[in-house]
């Protein structure tokens, strides 16, 4: 997906969806942005949920400290403390002003 926010209400933020499968009891997930070179931008606050499609989480092209980031790729990753022990799922977001 591609994040512009610059305040026209136009995809001004990205929505980050994941399904969870086959969980037996609530798991720490932990959702973050990071560059391509593996510095880390976003981290969003780790929640405890169950199997099924959790609220997305929303990203507004800003970083840890509140500033906007610069335009390019971002990593999205989400990590699941499973019964099958650590799980990482990754993809991409992309900001253009």
């Known amino acids: 997906s591609t994040n ?8 001004d933020e990205a929505a980050i969806s994941f399904d969870l499968h086959e969980l037996t009891d609530k798991r720490p997930v932990v959702v973050g942005i990071w560059t391509l070179d593996g510095r880390p931008v976003r981290r969003f606050t780790p929640a405890l949920l169950a199997s099924g499609r959790p609220a997305p989480h929303y990203w507004n092209g800003r ?3 509140g500033s ?3 335009p390019r790729v971002y990593l999205v990753r989400v990590e ?3 019964d099958a022990g650590q799980q990482t799922a990754t993809g991409t977001v992309s900001v253009a002003y």
């Open 80 to 82: 699941l403390d499973s």
């Open 63 to 65: 970083g840890d400290a």
């Open 4 to 11: 512009t926010p610059n305040a026209d209400d136009v995809n």
């Open 68 to 70: 906007l980031v610069p």
